[in-house]
């Protein structure tokens, strides 16, 4: 079976960190980027950021540019999300998702079309 299993979610005081993972089974992620998406309550899903798979380039929403970093291990057939300086308004459900992106990329890297699969989400609520 084809998927991403995502973990590391958590409650966490403002000002804190957390790191998921996202780990793919069934398929390996070295020719995929990784994008990270996030749903808050009330509001539709949009895009946090990106990883490529041939170069590693990243991209990050303005909103969470200089607290967030994505990485991979391809060795161990997972990508990261380090959350740092987590505030309230970061509170949602993360999902991370792979797109086949050897050897020309996506159109959009931060468009939900781009990506074939998706992990199950994970819950992230940043309260004191």
């Known amino acids: 079976q084809l998927q991403l299993v995502e973990s590391g979610g958590g409650l966490v005081q403002p000002g804190g960190s957390l790191r998921l993972s996202c780990a793919a089974s069934g398929f390996t992620l070295e020719h995929y980027a990784i994008g990270w998406f996030r749903q808050a309550p009330g509001k539709e899903r949009a895009g946090v950021g990106y990883?490529?798979?041939?170069?590693?380039?990243?991209d990050y929403a303005y909103s969470v540019k200089g607290r967030f970093t994505f990485s991979r291990d391809n060795a161990k057939n997972t990508a990261y999300l380090q959350m740092n300086s987590l505030k309230p308004e970061d509170t949602a459900v993360y999902y991370c998702a792979a797109g086949f992106d050897f050897p020309h990329g996506l159109g959009d890297y931060f468009g939900e079309d781009e990506y074939d699969y998706w992990g199950q989400g994970t819950q992230v609520t940043v309260s004191s």
């Open positions: 990883i490529t798979s041939t170069d590693g380039r990243t």
